[in-house]
């Protein structure tokens, strides 16, 4: 087991390509960067499954179903307040 990253962007919507059964662990901001930390096992060569999720800004509006909750992260000091779900599958 190991534990990978990758940048994700600010947007409503997009796509992560990581292995199949990856577990996602929390998102934070590195070097001023918003990251995803998974948990893969490496053990498994699982193929690399897109994962869709969606980055919400505190006061904006959401849809019915956001998604599954991940986590909330800051960026400049605090001034801007993001938070992180994972959509399912079905969600375009």
């Given at each position: 087991?190991?534990?990978?990253?990758?940048?994700?962007?600010?947007?409503?919507?997009?796509?992560?390509?990581?292995?199949?059964?990856?577990?996602?662990?929390?998102v934070q901001t590195q070097?001023?960067?918003?990251?995803?930390?998974?948990?893969?096992?490496?053990?498994?060569?699982?193929?690399?499954?897109?994962?869709?999720?969606?980055?919400?800004?505190?006061?904006?509006?959401?849809?019915?179903?956001?998604?599954?909750?991940?986590?909330?992260?800051?960026?400049?000091?605090?001034?801007?307040?993001?938070?992180?779900?994972?959509?399912?599958?079905?969600?375009t």
């Amino acid at each position: 087991m190991r534990i990978w990253k990758w940048p994700i962007q600010i947007t409503d919507r997009q796509t992560v390509m990581m292995p199949a059964g990856a577990q996602v662990l929390t998102v934070q901001t590195q070097g001023g960067q918003p990251q995803l930390w998974a948990l893969v096992d490496e053990m498994q060569d699982a193929p690399k499954t897109p994962r869709k999720f969606a980055v919400y800004g505190t006061g904006n509006s959401l849809p019915e179903n956001p998604g599954r909750y991940i986590t909330t992260f800051q960026q400049y000091g605090g001034d801007l307040v993001w938070h992180v779900f994972e959509l399912h599958q079905s969600s375009t």
